[in-house]
């Protein structure tokens, strides 16, 4: 058995409700929050973001993600019961039990397929789609549903306005089949690795085991994202430019033979930096968080799946991913399309 994995369909799924930065700025104004504009812009590149709207069970996590799953398989022309594997990124499930791969499973009717959670936050999606090629490559596993998708304005602190601007909600999906040992079409090579001692600097504290949610952990909202956006930026810059020199290196792709470059999208200053370290021209950066925001684990689904409906990613060409997240968490995958 001598296999590869390649992916066959795209997907993603938005909340109905489109939130522009001046929106949200009126809506935070009344808490006393103060933001504006002009500096979200400026210091992030986002414009707007969607969230899903609380008790709505069309906007449930696993309910976006089963329609961005239901746009992969028309694109890759397959069922959801052609589905053996189902690994879902995600740091916001619907419930904590049972995973939001089997409410997926459920609401998709993918009922061939085993499915599992992933968390690995906003580089979940990365994780995921290694652990499917690697299910693919050694036989186990012919068709798997990879998702990363998230209701971040469940976790968020409205109250801290250099964390709450930035997110938002989104889902994203893709279909990864077995294809033949001599396939151009493939997943060339990806490279994972996270750092523990790090867990301070992105966080949420309560809402474990350790630390059940209670009235004086809301309070203090404890349940909700706190980072140190600063401290985060750096371990951004530095992780993203070594994990992509990583895969074009093992893969002996020059920055100026690959066609296309897919970074978590966080902020366009990150980005920036990272594309200037790598000698990676902007024209050859897929982006989609001035619209969509932070969308943690959907961030590069989501913007890869815009990419192939927008005809920008053709047949034969190379797509590098990149990644970090809270844990912390890194990770690149290169693949050729
Ligand atoms: N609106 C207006 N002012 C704001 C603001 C907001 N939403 N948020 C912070 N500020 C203010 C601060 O209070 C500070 O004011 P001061 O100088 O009077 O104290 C000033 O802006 C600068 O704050 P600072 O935190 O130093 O800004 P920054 O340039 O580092 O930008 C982030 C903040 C969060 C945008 C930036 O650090 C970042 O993007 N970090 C990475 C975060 C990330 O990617 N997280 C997700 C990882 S998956």
Request: charged letters at 20%; one cysteine or more.
């Amino acid at each position: 058995m001598n296999y590869n994995a390649k992916v066959t369909g795209t997907g993603s799924a938005f909340p109905k409700k489109s939130v522009s930065n001046e929106e949200l700025a009126k809506q935070l104004a009344k808490d006393g929050i103060e933001t504006n504009h002009e500096w979200i812009l400026e210091r992030t590149g986002i414009v707007s973001r969607h969230y899903s709207e609380t008790g709505n069970p069309d906007e449930f996590n696993s309910s976006l993600a089963c329609l961005a799953s239901q746009k992969a398989l028309q694109m890759a022309g397959k069922t959801p019961e052609d589905i053996d594997q189902i690994i879902f990124a995600t740091c916001t499930p619907d419930t904590p039990l049972p995973s939001n791969g089997c409410w997926l499973q459920k609401k998709l009717g993918a009922k061939n397929a085993y499915a599992m959670d992933l968390v690995a936050a906003c580089s979940g999606f990365i994780y995921a789609l290694n652990t499917a090629d690697q299910a693919i490559r050694s036989g186990d596993v012919k068709t798997s549903l990879v998702v990363g998708s998230e209701t971040l304005s469940s976790m968020t602190n409205w109250s801290d306005r250099s964390s709450c601007v930035l997110f938002g909600d989104a889902a994203g999906a893709v279909i990864v089949e077995r294809a033949p040992a001599d396939s151009q079409s493939k997943i060339i090579t990806s490279h994972l690795q996270s750092d523990g001692n790090l867990w301070e600097i992105l966080h949420v504290i309560a809402g474990g085991s350790n630390e059940p949610v209670s009235s004086e952990a809301l309070k203090q909202k404890r349940n909700k994202i706190q980072m140190q956006g600063r401290e985060v930026f750096k371990h951004a810059v530095r992780t993203l430019s070594q994990f992509a020199t990583k895969a074009l290196d093992e893969a002996k792709i020059s920055h100026e033979d690959l066609d296309w470059f897919i970074p978590h999208q966080a902020n366009l200053r990150i980005i920036e930096a990272v594309a200037k370290r790598l000698n990676i021209p902007m024209n050859k950066v897929i982006l989609n968080l001035d619209k969509c925001g932070n969308t943690s684990s959907a961030t590069v689904p989501t913007a890869l799946d815009e990419a192939v409906r927008q005809g920008k990613i053709k047949s034969g060409q190379t797509v590098l991913m990149d990644v970090f997240g809270a844990g912390l968490t890194y990770g690149s995958l290169l693949l050729r399309w």
